[in-house]
């Protein structure tokens, strides 16, 4: 089986949406991508730091998925990443109310040895040296490697940012932060510019109006499936993330059309993450329920016209 290594946090969220709130509970980047990946045919490795007060329980939750947890360091007297958020009635827009960095303020990554040499390297949103430590880590280069940022990098760590994605594959980030990052107010010219960074591909995230592909002159366009029930966003960009990278893995096929196919099997599994509080629907998710939901963005898409 093909190797996907991880990196990211493993954290507590405390959320508040228009349809109710949660006390502390599992978060981060790493664990969303990870819950998400698994449900590809691969091996995978998370790489992170929590503090000695996160719960065995959660650890266990990621081996039984067959995530290997040996990356992610467990300091004593630590105490976890914490974020707390709320959000707006449109659930697009956020507050953050508190943000703890704790352990993760002096972590350092280490990449399990049997991962250094990954198929596929997923670098989930973190300070750009940390992603940039990954990949020097490794000891031949990945066959792809998808880089997840936001906003907060570009305004505290730029020139370190631009460092990072000029050794990347596919960047993945939302309309808002492709502007910012570009210059650009148009899409089609923000990705030109950031494929001009270094990046083959751009991948923008719209949330719920789908997320668009870029490479070179090639764009391709996924719809969001409009969903009865949005409980709770967080986590649905490192849902799709993990499931992006999860299906190149499992594929080995980097190609335009490939990677349209993972968008979209990215997009499915972020759709059944926005349903309930945190992970919580991504615990409880089958592979039954995957494939069917899969047909419906196919039936969503899918037309014959006469041209």
């Not at 980047?29 to 959660?58: C, K, M, R």
């Not at 949103?125 to 906003?151: A, G, I, R, Y």
């Not at 991948?203 to 969001?224: D, M, Q, S, T, Y």
């Amino acid at each position: 089986m093909n190797k996907l290594l991880i990196v990211g946090t493993v954290a507590f969220d405390a959320i508040e949406t228009p349809f109710g709130k949660t006390d502390k509970i599992l978060g981060g980047a790493a664990t969303y991508i990870g819950l998400s990946a698994s449900f590809f045919n691969l091996q995978s490795a998370i790489v992170s730091v929590v503090g000695d007060d996160f719960p065995q329980e959660h650890l266990d939750l990621l081996t039984s998925r067959n995530i290997d947890i040996s990356g992610i360091e467990i300091v004593k007297g630590g105490k976890t990443f914490f974020w707390s958020g709320l959000y707006h009635n449109d659930l697009n827009s956020r507050d953050t109310l508190v943000t703890e960095l704790n352990v993760l303020a002096d972590f350092q990554p280490k990449v399990p040895q049997n991962y250094k040499d990954a198929d596929v390297v997923m670098l989930g949103n973190l300070h750009p040296l940390v992603q940039s430590s990954v990949l020097d880590q490794l000891e031949k280069k990945p066959k792809l490697v998808v880089l997840d940022t936001m906003n907060f990098w570009m305004d505290c760590a730029l020139p370190e940012l631009l460092d990072v994605i000029k050794r990347v594959d596919v960047i993945t980030i939302n309309d808002e932060e492709a502007r910012q990052l570009s210059g650009e107010y148009s899409l089609v010219k923000a990705a030109a510019k950031i494929q001009d960074m270094g990046p083959k591909y751009v991948v923008i995230k719209k949330g719920e109006h789908g997320a668009l592909l870029f490479h070179n002159r090639e764009v391709f366009f996924a719809p969001a499936l409009p969903l009865e029930d949005v409980f709770d966003p967080t986590g649905a960009g490192d849902t799709f993330a993990g499931g992006f990278s999860g299906f190149i893995a499992q594929s080995e096929n980097i190609s335009f059309n490939n990677l349209k196919n993972a968008i979209i099997y990215g997009s499915n599994l972020a759709s059944f993450c926005v349903e309930k509080f945190g992970t919580e629907r991504m615990e409880t998710l089958s592979k039954a329920e995957v494939a069917i939901r899969l047909q419906q963005f196919k039936s969503l898409t899918q037309f014959d016209i006469e041209i």
